[in-house]
């Protein structure tokens, strides 16, 4: 039994595929979760992570063995079995290998659905981006260089750029979307984990390119309402920043 | 065909050795060669600069502005190279009704070093030309790679400045995909595919000496795009998106007209390769019999001619916009900004299969001699790759799910994008099968096999993870893209390429290479790129993104780390270098056949014959019949009276058992 190579294959398989788990589970590599958002497109990051290394430990196993079973024993001269193939195996790993990935692609358009699906009283604030710095404009009328978000609120950005093409990323909101020279594109987050984090460019935009970030506060409802006095407030004194809008 | 190789073996013993030219300054002048081409690349570019500045002069603009000069010089100094190198020389006399040359046969084959550098219309030493000119750009390449990781190594300004820095990934990049991994395919499959079909040369010769030289042309002027005053190379990533690249300045001109010339390379030789395969095929050699190695460069051929016409559609284009402000791209002149992206994406996507296509071939190739087994589901292995070339069309805006495109379109991409993971899959176990049980050979190509299987399943899994749209918001252009096309050109291609060249390293040059550093090379490539390019998907789902001269504190760790790794990384490929170089000088002479392959090229001489076979093979079944008693892929000279009666015809139907599954 322990010496026959299916059984071995069996359980190098589920040997590396637990060890990697293991890692993959407990590493840690996904920033904090701030957004409604973002806990669902974790979750399925782990159950695809999950069986994909049972996919690489099952590839790995089957070489594995066959590198200590079946290696050339010095002067061996002979060839392998004649094995030309086996329909019935190759119908297996054609249909089993569809079924998952058809699975996998329903769910994804179906997360997809999920997270893009407008929410009721969601507020927008629009994004102009330009080389290399980021304005946001409140609802409230006024603009700002740092996006304040109220915890719990659903949120539409509107973007537009003035001059090449950005990308809006919050890495902790998951949420990402490219602001194109022509056209208005929209991203839709929920944040909801106070904190500070930051608004990083994504597309190569020029010399700045690694600079554009921009701070992002996520905080409770009293705190934004004071900020925001206080964002107005200063917008009126600096003067010549009113424009009505953005084009 | 049967006729011209008869006429060929004649020739072959009469073959004289051509003194190389002598004679007066002027005829030498005049002699097609580096010399004549240097006159005539800096003939040409003075008449483009003279062109340009009188032109202006007529339309009354200020006489010199480094913009249209360079580009006119761009477009006009390569023909210049290429005429002058004796690229067109033969059609030429034909068009304007002089004599040709009869064919001698004295632009064939490699008498000293020297012919590798003049127009040869063998397929072999064009082979050689290939691998060795992309061996070349690899290391410039590779250069670049540590220039950016050197700067990466802590945050902050390390050693170049932040336009240095941008130039430097996009001249990699370039550099890497279009002057090595696409042509060193191309080498080694223009060494390898005739002799493997049975044929003496390409279908096309002169037009694959035309290819070949076309290359260094490309490859120099993406350098050069360093020299440029002022501005530096093109910055604006291989990618060249507008409206960034549209307003970058002058050296983004390099990158436009170099993709000119390379995918007008790579094109013709897909031309090329496409007639070979369908004409050129020995007696018997149906494309049930065709190693799979050919199979996946006629695979690869027809993806170049379907998608290369549009990056270069695309490239041509933005030169309109930036030489003549065409505005095809530039909005506010009512033109589309996304449009680029998508014509560049439909040629670039199907180029990663371009781009991997050949390499799984060889991993076939190898793998079946090395582990001494017939390839396991042979038939499915070449229909998976059509599979691939057909699905390769339908997945481009698999890059676009953030760029703002009509959202409608995500879905269905991402559903073609995860099915060609199936023929993908197809080919990993049918790999796997075909070892089971096998009696394996663990040298330096089949370890490079090996390892491309365990990094290129790897690289597959993070394909997959991208395919998903919710977690593809989240990582694209993050650290996790770079770690994952890493581990498809790196794991996936290069160690292809390196198992390639390893392999047939014997066959083209008649010497071997020393196995022990062959394996110290395996070694310190695998442990090396794994050190190098796997934290980078850590970082990636951290939120580091990608093309960034300059990067968050947290991510300091792992960057440092990354970049001691790709030092060593570099350094590896010192030994590989070492190796070719010491062993194609001094090595052991190589057998014929030191693999005990079937496949036809390794039934001739090491380097092969002039014309590679003194008379045509007759095939007769399968090329991987190993394990099979009595089994024969093809008999050759003289061995016809050996061949029980009847197997001839029995080979002509494609349908014998020996390929039956």
């Not at chain 1, 293991?22 to 590599?29: E, F, H, K, R, T």
């Not at chain 2, 680029?340 to 439909?346: G, L, M, S, T």
């Not at chain 2, 099915?419 to 490079?448: C, D, N, Q, Y």
């Not at chain 2, 099979?628 to 061995?639: F, M, Q, S, T």
């Amino acid at each position: 039994m322990l010496r026959n190579p299916f059984f071995q294959v069996a359980m190098w398989t589920l040997g590396i595929g637990a060890a990697l788990t293991v890692i993959v589970l407990n590493a840690g590599w996904l920033p904090a979760v701030a957004s409604d958002e973002a806990g669902k497109i974790d979750t399925f990051y782990d159950i695809l992570a999950v069986i994909s290394c049972f996919i690489f430990g099952l590839v790995s196993a089957i070489m594995i063995v066959s590198v200590i079973h079946f290696r050339r024993r010095h002067g061996d001269m002979s060839d392998g079995e004649p094995i030309h193939g086996n329909s019935r195996l190759e119908v297996l790993w054609t249909s089993i290998p569809t079924a998952l990935m058809v699975g996998a692609a329903v769910a994804g358009a179906l997360l997809l659905h999920d997270i893009e699906e407008p929410q009721a009283s969601t507020q927008t604030v629009r994004v102009q981006a330009q080389q290399f710095a980021w304005t946001f404009e409140y609802p409230q009328g006024f603009r700002a260089n740092e996006l304040h978000l109220v915890e719990g609120t659903p949120y539409y950005f509107k973007m537009n750029t003035g001059d090449v093409i950005h990308s809006f990323w919050v890495p902790e909101f998951r949420m990402k979307k490219d602001a194109v020279p022509g056209i208005t594109t929209t991203v839709r987050v929920t944040p909801t984990r106070k904190g500070k984090y930051a608004v990083v460019c994504a597309e190569l935009c020029g010399l700045g390119h690694s600079t554009m970030r921009a701070p992002v506060v996520v905080e409770d409802q009293q705190s934004f309402d004071r900020w925001a006095a206080q964002a107005r407030k200063d917008q009126s004194t600096v003067g010549g920043q009113s424009e009505p809008s953005f084009k | 065909m049967a006729d011209s190789v008869a006429v060929a073996a004649e020739t072959h013993g009469s073959q004289q050795p051509s003194s190389p030219q002598r004679g007066g300054f002027k005829a030498r002048m005049l002699a097609p060669g580096l010399l004549r081409a240097a006159w005539a690349t800096v003939a040409m570019a003075a008449f483009a600069y003279g062109l340009v500045v009188g032109l202006r002069a007529i339309q009354g603009f200020p006489l010199f502005d480094s913009a249209p000069i360079v580009t006119a010089i761009l477009l006009a100094a390569p023909m210049g190279f290429l005429v002058g190198i004796g690229g067109f020389d033969y059609w030429f006399k034909y068009m304007i009704g002089k004599p040709t040359e009869p064919e001698d046969h004295s632009g064939h084959g490699a008498r000293s070093w020297r012919d590798y550098f003049r127009v040869n219309t063998d397929h072999k030493v064009i082979g050689i030309q290939y691998t060795v000119t992309s061996i070349f750009f690899l290391l410039v390449g590779g250069a670049l790679a540590e220039l950016v990781r050197a700067e990466l190594a802590a945050p902050g300004q390390q050693i170049v400045s932040t336009d240095t820095f941008n130039g430097l990934f996009s001249v990699h990049a370039s550099l890497m995909i279009f002057l090595v991994i696409i042509p060193v395919f191309a080498g080694l499959a223009n060494y390898v595919i005739p002799l493997m079909i049975g044929a003496p040369d390409m279908a096309f010769p002169r037009l694959n000496a035309l290819s070949y030289w076309l290359l260094p042309v490309a490859g120099i002027m993406m350098m050069a795009s360093f020299l440029v005053p002022d501005s530096g190379s093109f910055s604006t990533g291989w990618t060249a998106y507008t409206p960034l690249s549209s307003n970058a300045p002058l050296g983004q001109q390099f990158f436009t007209i170099g993709v000119q010339f390379a995918g007008t390379s790579s094109i013709m030789t897909a031309l090329n390769f496409l007639v070979t395969i369908i004409t050129m095929r020995a007696p018997g050699m149906t494309f049930w019999r065709l190693p799979l190695l050919v199979w996946a460069n006629f695979t690869t051929s027809l993806l170049v001619v379907i998608a290369t016409p549009f990056v270069a559609g695309s490239q041509f284009l933005l030169l309109l916009d930036r030489a003549l402000h065409a505005n095809f791209f530039d909005v506010f002149q009512g033109g589309e900004t996304l449009q680029y992206q998508h014509i560049f994406w439909f040629y670039s996507h199907p180029a990663v299969y371009i781009m991997v296509l050949p390499g799984f071939g060889i991993v076939s190739e190898i793998i079946s001699a090395k582990s001494r087994k017939p390839i396991f589901g042979y038939r499915l292995m070449a229909l998976s790759l059509l599979a691939i070339l057909a699905l390769g069309f339908t997945v481009w805006a698999h890059h676009m799910f953030v760029s703002g495109m009509f959202s409608w379109l995500r879905v269905p991409m991402m559903i073609t994008t995860m099915l060609i993971a199936v023929p993908t899959g197809v080919k990993i176990f049918s790999w796997l099968a075909t070892l089971w049980r096998g009696v394996l050979e663990l040298s330096t190509p089949m370890l490079f096999c090996l390892g491309f299987i365990t990094m290129f399943t790897l690289g597959g899994i993070s394909g997959i993870m991208l395919a998903v749209i919710p977690i593809d918001i989240h990582v694209s252009d993050t650290y996790f893209v770079v770690a994952h096309l890493h581990y498809v050109l790196f794991g996936g291609s290069m160690f292809t390429i390196f198992a390639g060249i390893y392999y047939w390293f014997p066959k083209m040059t008649g010497r071997m290479f020393d196995e022990r550093l062959g394996k110290i090379h395996f070694w310190l490539t695998f442990i090396g790129f794994n050190a190098t390019f796997a934290p980078m998907h850590w970082v990636g789902l951290e939120g580091m993104p990608r093309r960034v001269a300059d990067y968050a504190e947290q991510f300091a760790g792992w960057n440092l780390f990354i970049s001691i790794a790709a030092f060593g990384l570099g350094l590896s490929t010192l030994v590989f270098i070492y190796n070719m170089i010491v062993s194609w000088k001094w090595g052991p002479p190589a057998p014929g056949n030191p693999w005990r392959a079937k496949t036809l090229e390794w039934q001739v001489s090491s380097p092969p014959p002039l014309f590679n076979f003194d008379e045509i093979p007759q095939v007769v079944g399968g090329p991987y019949e190993y394990g099979v008693p009595g089994a024969v892929h093809a008999v050759l000279n003289g061995e016809r009276e050996k061949v029980p009666a009847g197997a001839g015809e029995a080979g002509g139907n494609g349908h014998n058992g020996s390929a039956r599954q």
